[in-house]
Structure formats: structure tokens, C-alpha cells
């Protein structure tokens, strides 16, 4: 059920220069629609003559918006410069300057969990406007480049949440984030992609989410280089950390038809990290449920503390390769992921 229309047109009278966009999604739990937001009156200013000698500057250009369940995801051609400010207490303004939108923006994506109502607009020549409208239940967090700097995230939270950067508690623990593979072992390789590109993306996306949380974060690797795997645990023992949690992309060698998600680990302190992380992988995603295994792999077996290897899809299969490597599709990933965690650690 999607509780959503989308239209679009000229809603303000600046002519040709005006590409206006509505999105519209009702919060989960909303009990009525937000009201429409008042146009903003705009007034056409004149335009300053431009310099003989400047240089031109670099303009971005806005490809796609998505909205996922933790916001909306703009995507860019190059990393955009952001500004943005409040217009009143429940409108939200970022505007992306040196910026314009692409004639064929890409239709969005709205899933049922998404948080707000979003307006798009090329406000003038070089600046792109984006007008978000939050339910009085919701609040807009900072937007952030996600590891690609092309993506800017605009989180929308729960205010029922507590601020995720208020919470203290959190700051004391450390997760080691491991990106399977990497540098000259390429891990499994189909269509042109890489296992170790994969894993370093989704880390990354998911060293995010938890670094806006307050958790503290390591990494095994955060660029293309081979780390082996007594390295990789020997990282835990030194940066003290308390969980360990590995991500690699599955292969089947004989088919391609396998997909979906399968969970390891070794010991049994690591068991309830397992289940907890398989049951929001699998809620979040609805891939199958290729199910927790009990497994002597090197990471999750040398660990001394509870440690996971999570095959968050299959390489081999073709629809979930594309998935895979789709930006939004990856942070379902990591959010369930960072879900999980927080379930696991006692945190809401
Ligand atoms: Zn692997």
C-alpha cells in the first residue's frame, strides 16, 4: 500500500526557469495529511552582468532523489556545495548551489516508509532548491555525503527518537568494520564488479550511520588494499573494540539463479550479534532467507569477541548484482544492519 501521489508543473510564475516537483508521503503512523505548504513568493532579481574574466565554475547537475525510510538521497553528477536553513519551524530549505537538475531527472523512488514531503526546484540558473516539509512527529537531521560524496542523505528521524548524538552511551562502544577482500584479491568477481568494491561501498555507508550515532567505529580497510586476515583481527585486539562485524557478497559458482542473504559466525558468544543482524537484514530487504550458520571462518573463529560475516546478497545473480551495487539498495543494507545493532546493544 502506498500512501503517495507525485505530480509535477510550474507552480510559481518564474517562467521557463522553474521545474517544480512534488513528492508527497505520508510518515509511518501519521494519522492525517500535513497540510500543503504556502508557495514561498519569489521575486526575480536583476541579474548582476557577469565578469568578462571569471572563470566558469563547475556546476552540478541533480540526476535522481530518492526517499528511503531514513530520508531522501540526492544524487549528483559531481559533489554539490550545500547550503541550507530553516524557513519556518516545519520547512527545511537546502539549496545546492552552482547546481541545475537534469533534464531527465529520474522519477523517485518512494517507498512506504518515507518520512516527508519534498519540493524540487530549479530556483534560479544555478541554484537548486529543495523545500522539505517534516510531520510535526519528525525532524530533519544534517545532510551528509555518504561515501560516495556524489549522494548527499537528508536524514528525517523520529523526534520520539532520542538525538542519536546526544546519546553518550553509545560513544563507549567500538565495532571493527570489515570490508571483505580488497587490493589484488578482488574476492568474487561477475558482470564486471568486484566483491571488494561492494564491501568497502557498504562499509563505508554503514561507518556512517554508526558514526551518527556516536558508536565508534574502525576499519579494517577504507580504500582498495589487501589486508590479510590476521591483520583484520589483529585490529580488534588493538583498537579494543567490543563487536566485530564483517561484509562480503556471495557466489555460486554452479548457478545464477541463487539470491538473498546468509549469515556466519563461529562462537557462541557471537550467536545472538548473528540472529539479531539475519532478522533485520531479512525483515528490511524481504530477500530470501538463506539462514545463520555456524561456520569456522577465519574472522569470526579468531575474534575474541562476538564476531559475524554477513553475505548481504549473491554477485553471481544478476537482478541482485544490480541491487547491490544501486545506492539506495545499499542503504536498506546498512540500515537494517545499523538497526540491528542497536537492537543488539540495547539501544533504541
Ligand atoms: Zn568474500
Same mark, same amino acid.
Given at each position: 500500500m502506498k500512501n503517495w501521489f507525485g505530480s509535477q508543473g510550474?507552480?510559481? @510564475?518564474?517562467?521557463?526557469a522553474i521545474f517544480a516537483l512534488w513528492l508527497w508521503a505520508l510518515p509511518v503512523g501519521a494519522e492525517e495529511p500535513m497540510p500543503m505548504p504556502t508557495p514561498i513568493p519569489t521575486v526575480e532579481a536583476p541579474q548582476p552582468a557577469p565578469e568578462p574574466q571569471a572563470e566558469p565554475q563547475p556546476v552540478s547537475a541533480v540526476l535522481s532523489v530518492e526517499a528511503v525510510s531514513s530520508g531522501f538521497i540526492f544524487t549528483f553528477d559531481r559533489p554539490p556545495q550545500l547550503a541550507t536553513g530553516w524557513d519556518n519551524p516545519n520547512l527545511f530549505r537546502l539549496a545546492f548551489v552552482a547546481t541545475r537538475l537534469a533534464p531527465d531527472l529520474a522519477a523517485p523512488v518512494l517507498d512506504d516508509g518515507a518520512p516527508a514531503r519534498l519540493q524540487l526546484q530549479q @530556483? =534560479? %540558473?544555478?541554484t537548486v532548491v529543495a523545500l522539505v516539509q517534516v510531520a510535526p512527529q519528525m525532524r530533519i537531521g544534517d545532510p551528509q555525503p555518504l561515501a560516495d560524496p556524489r549522494h548527499i542523505l537528508l536524514p528525517v528521524y523520529p #523526534?520520539?527518537? +532520542? =538525538?542519536p548524538a546526544a546519546n553518550?552511551?553509545? /560513544?563507549?562502544v567500538r565495532i571493527v568494520l570489515d570490508a571483505g577482500h580488497g587490493g589484488y584479491d578482488p574476492g568474487a568477481q561477475r558482470g564486471g564488479v568486484d566483491e571488494k568494491d561492494l564491501t568497502l561501498s557498504l562499509i563505508q555507508r554503514l561507518d556512517t550511520h554508526l558514526r551518527r550515532l556516536n558508536y565508534q567505529t574502525t576499519l579494517t580497510? !577504507? =580504500?582498495d588494499t589487501f589486508i590479510p586476515l590476521a591483520g583484520r583481527v589483529s585490529i580488534t585486539n588493538d583498537s579494543q573494540a567490543q563487536l566485530f562485524v564483517s561484509i562480503h557478497i556471495n557466489c555460486s559458482d554452479? !548457478?545464477?539463479a541463487p539470491y538473498g542473504i546468509e549469515t556466519y559466525y563461529t562462537t557462541p558468544q557471537s550467536a545472538r550479534l548473528a540472529y539479531t543482524l539475519h532478522r533485520h537484514l531479512i525483515a528490511r530487504? /524481504? #530477500? +530470501?532467507?538463506r539462514r545463520v550458520h555456524v561456520r569456522s571462518l577465519y574472522v569470526t573463529h579468531r575474534n575474541s569477541v562476538p564476531a559475524v560475516l554477513l %553475505?548481504?546478497?549473491?554477485? !553471481?545473480n544478476p537482478a541482485e548484482r544490480a541491487q547491490l551495487r544501486d545506492p539506495a539498495y545499499q542503504e536498506r543494507l546498512v540500515e537494517a544492519i545499523t538497526s540491528g545493532l542497536q537492537e543488539y546493544l540495547g539501544q533504541p
Open positions: 510550474n507552480y510559481w @510564475s518564474l517562467g521557463a @530556483s =534560479d %540558473e544555478r #523526534k520520539a527518537q +532520542p =538525538d553518550q552511551q553509545t /560513544g563507549t580497510r !577504507s =580504500d554452479g !548457478s545464477s530487504t /524481504g #530477500k +530470501p532467507d %553475505e548481504v546478497g549473491f554477485i !553471481s
